[in-house]
C-alpha cells in the first residue's frame, strides 16, 4: 500500500526567508501524481503545486517550488520569500495511477512565519 | 462551477443519534473522496467512489460508518450510532479522473458529537 510519510511535525521560517518542507512516499507504482496541498485557518484545502511522475523536471509555481527525486521517493517543497500568508498546515499527497486512482495524504507539517 | 459542497458546515449531535454527512460534487466529476481529519491521525481516506462505485472501503473505521453515491451530483456518509471519538472535520472532494490528478475539496463539515 502507498503511503506518504511527513516527518517535520512543525517547521518555522522567518518573513522573506526560504523554508523546505519534506515529504517521502512508499510505492512501487512507476506512474503516479504527487501534490502539496496548503490548509490555511480557513480549513479550506488549496492546491500548491503538482508533479507528474514521468516528468523529470520539477515542477514550480511562483514562490513554490520542490524537489523531486523519484528514485528517493522524496518529494520536498521550498517556499521562497516566505509571506505571513504562508502560515497554514502543508499535507502531501499521493495518487496512484493504478489501484484504483487512491488519493493519500501524509500527516502534514505546520508552518509557521515569523515576521 | 460552485466547487465541491458539503453540508451542514457544523453539526453537533448527542452519542448515540445517527448522523449524516451530505456532499455535491464538482457536475462531470467521476471520482469522490471521503476524507476524516483529526489531530490525532490527519487525514485519513474513508472511502472512495468511481463513476458512483465504492473502490475502496478499508479505511471505514467500524460498521458505524457507512457511504452511499445513489448518483453521480450525491453521496452521503452516515454514523449510526455516533460517538464522541467520530469528533473531527469530514471533506469530501472529487476529481475528474486522472487526468490531472488534483481534487477539489469541500469545506468540510465539523462534527462533535457530546
Known amino acids: 500500500a502507498q503511503t506518504v510519510t511527513q516527518s517535520q511535525p512543525e517547521m518555522s521560517v522567518q518573513e522573506a526567508e526560504t523554508v523546505t518542507l519534506s515529504c517521502t512516499y512508499d510505492?512501487?507504482?512507476?506512474?503516479?501524481?504527487l501534490f502539496w496541498y496548503k490548509q490555511p485557518p480557513s480549513r479550506q484545502m488549496i492546491l500548491v503545486i503538482r508533479q507528474e511522475a514521468y516528468k523529470q523536471q520539477n515542477a514550480t509555481e511562483n514562490r513554490f517550488s520542490v524537489n523531486f527525486q523519484k528514485a528517493a521517493k522524496s518529494f520536498s517543497l521550498k517556499i521562497s520569500d516566505s509571506q505571513l500568508g504562508d502560515a497554514a498546515m502543508y499535507f502531501c499527497a499521493y495518487r496512484s495511477a493504478g489501484n484504483g486512482n487512491k488519493l493519500v495524504f501524509g500527516a502534514g507539517t505546520i508552518l509557521r512565519v515569523k515576521s | 462551477d460552485a466547487g465541491v459542497i458539503q453540508s451542514p458546515r457544523h453539526e453537533v449531535t448527542e452519542m448515540g443519534q445517527e448522523v449524516t454527512l451530505r456532499c455535491k460534487p464538482i457536475s462531470g466529476h467521476d471520482y469522490l473522496f471521503w476524507y476524516r481529519q483529526t489531530m490525532m491521525r490527519g487525514l485519513e481516506l474513508l472511502i472512495y467512489f468511481n463513476n458512483n462505485v465504492p473502490i475502496d472501503d478499508s479505511g471505514m473505521p467500524e460498521d458505524r460508518f457507512s457511504a452511499k453515491m445513489p448518483n453521480a451530483s450525491f453521496s452521503t456518509l452516515k454514523i449510526q450510532p455516533s460517538e464522541p471519538r467520530d469528533s473531527a472535520v469530514y471533506f469530501c472532494a472529487s476529481s475528474l479522473g486522472f487526468v490531472s490528478g488534483e481534487a477539489f475539496f469541500g469545506q468540510g463539515t465539523r462534527l462533535t458529537v457530546v
Open positions: 510505492t512501487s507504482e512507476s506512474d503516479y501524481y
